[in-house]
């Protein structure tokens, strides 16, 4: 995760706009990207020593200082939603004089957020942003940093409208279990689990995009047979279980409670079953 941490801040994410003849701006293509090497960085290419045909045209030091630049439309995997809970992210201990411009400025060069929140007397806010990509980078580059003498905490947001489906039949696909739940309301992604050689497993999760939905459905198939094939064989639908698996608990975000330097003052001790 560090190392992924690295790469990313090595990329700056910029809208690149350009006036044209009528004197009206216009966002320029994508550029290609183009990563010189630096202190640390190793070199891919050696074949290009000593051959000036190989070489990447040199940047002069206007260049090299705007790093690259990329649009941030191309975040957006083809068919992925835009603005969906998974681009949600919680920002937790925040100062409790911020205020939304402050709160927004963090996020600027991540793209316009269609969702902005802050309770300011318990130090925490939300945003969502336009793709899960742009959520993860933001999240890497910001999370721990320090605003105002306090570290930010950034995770994703709890997805409060997620299900959990059991007893699938193997002929159930993606598409197919979003089709079937659709009734209930919009989905914003539905995903039928697999094993590591890509065999459906039976069981998957959907996701929609509120929770009135979501309630709906889990109502409806706990009160009745909720069949996706003409094979009798109903759905067992249940709340999804969420944890914070991609983190877990970074030791400098621990308490430094009494009881905590206590345990630590010998973590690596062992006792036999003798001594107890």
Known sequence: MAMANRNLK????VRNVIPNKSGSDMVS???????????GMKR??????????LMPPKMDEREEERGVTIDIKSFLKPGEK????RCRLFVGNLPTDIIE????K???????????????????GFIRLESRTLAEIAKAELDGLVMKSRPLRIRFATHGAALTVKNLSPVIS?????????MFGPVERAVVIVDDRGRATGKGFVEFAAKPPARKA?????????????????????????????DGLPEKFMQKTQQYLKEKRNPHGLLSLESI
């Open 174 to 182: 993606n598409e197919l279990l979003e089709e079937a739940f659709s």
């Open 44 to 53: 891919s290419l050696d074949v290009s020593e000593g051959d000036p045909s």
């Open 218 to 246: 889990l109502e409806r198939c706990s009160e009745g047979a909720f069949l996706l094939t003409t094979t009798p064989r109903p759905v067992i639908v249940e709340p999804m279980e969420q944890f914070d698996d991609e």
């Open 82 to 85: 835009s603005y969906t809970q």
């Open 106 to 124: 963090l996020f600027d060069k991540y793209g316009e957020p269609s969702e902005v929140f802050i309770n300011r007397d318990r130090g925490f």
């Open 10 to 13: 090595q990329v700056r994410i």
């Open 29 to 39: 293509p994508p550029q290609q990207q183009m990563v010189t090497p630096g202190k």
């Open 101 to 104: 411009e402050e709160f927004k």
